[in-house]
């Protein structure tokens, strides 16, 4: 639960974004300065007109989207990140540790076993054009994130690795003990593709505050692959059995596929702190569209005939299946922005650091590879971590 604490707190933001700020309008103009001003249409074509006089630069200072620091005719922007982030899964449980090695139906006081997560580097690229006579913006965005984690898990005495439910441990026709091993291996691979094309204008900006409401469309491709892979069952004999060092496992593979297409809504806000430094905040929410594929795959490698003549029985049991479904999703970006206005004024330079967190609802599907299979019920797929970005305006 404190693992997913994070995600709910940015549903709390979000929709604190979309049904506070927009009516805390009067309140925002009085906390600031009292010669912020909500900007008319025909105000900043008058200022485009009137671009290279020094009122001109004074309205137009620290303002992001429809009015830039110096003349309000800048066209495009340019953005790169690096993400620093750890991914956070809901149903992809591979085993069990129970407290007697003699009973796996039943395992005693166990403890589920999820992948090993670990943090990795990701990154970010922007284009935006600006659409100066409307005062829009047209912005597109990806997002590429893969991580790749390998672990070997520790046991303490008298304890055992039970493969879950999403395992097939009846592969071999063997009594329950045998299901029960002494050593587990782990290997996760993440692949997340995020596409973003909005369509933005500001609802309310003055020199010192800007809020922005946008409207778009996400694509988005999620790739998890995962395996667990057991040896040494504790009733393995010296030559027999699931003996790791005589090459015997047994191994469980699991892969999720989801791509989805849809509209997407969100709310940015811009807070003048003083001097060149900005308060963000970013929240988007979509509902996606597209196709869930997920399979399961048993594989058990167990000796049956030990030195000097190895023999093996190989078998496996795989289920794959495929469904068509909406996911909707959240993420949200709180963090703070240094802008810095070059001599030739014509060009601005953004710089920001911030926590980012993304949640995917229903995305992950488990197949239970029983004799009658099932599919479990979607769970969620998060990513949280540090963004580091640079933006250059001109």
Known sequence: MAKNIPYLFSGVLVVSSILVIPNLTHIKDRFFFSHATNLS????????????????????????????????????????????????????????????????????????????????????????????????KIKTEYNYYKNIVNSNLKLSYGQGFVPSAYSNSAVDNLPFSSSIFANLELGNYTLLNNLRISLSRPSFITPNLEITTLFGFDANFLQRRQISVF???????????????????????????????????????????????????????????????????????????????????????????????????????????????FESKKTQLDLEIAYETQYYFNVIRTLVPEGSFRSENGAGFGLQGLVLQARIIF
């Not at 003699?102 to 659409?131: C, D, M, N, R, T």
Request: charged content about 15%; some cysteine.
């Open 41 to 136: 249409e025909e105000l900043i074509l008058k200022i485009n007109e009137d671009k290279k006089k020094s009122s001109t630069i004074e309205v137009c200072k620290g303002l992001e989207l429809a009015l830039p620091l110096i003349g309000c005719d800048y066209k495009w922007d340019v953005e790169g990140a690096a993400t620093y982030c750890i991914p956070s899964l809901q149903g992809v449980d591979v085993a069990l540790i129970t407290n007697d090695r003699q009973i796996s139906i039943y395992p005693v006081a166990a403890v589920g076993i999820q992948p090993q997560e670990a943090f990795a580097w990701g990154f970010k690229v922007f284009g935006a054009y600006h659409l100066v006579n409307r005062f829009w």
């Open 231 to 341: 040896t040494n069952a504790v009733n393995d004999t010296v030559s027999s059995g699931f003996v790791s060092a005589l090459g015997g496992f047994f191994q469980n593979y699991q892969k999720y596929t989801w791509w989805g297409v849809g509209p997407s809504l969100g709310i940015q806000t811009c807070w003048n702190l003083g001097g060149n430094f900005y308060f963000q905040y970013h929240a988007y929410g979509d509902i996606t569209y597209g196709p869930s594929t997920m399979r399961t795959a048993t594989f058990a490698k167990r000796v049956i005939a030990g030195p000097p003549t190895l023999t093996y029985q190989a078998q496996e049991a795989a289920v794959q299946n495929s469904m068509t479904q909406f996911a909707p999703s959240m993420r949200y970006l709180v963090g703070i922005d240094y802008r810095y206005l």
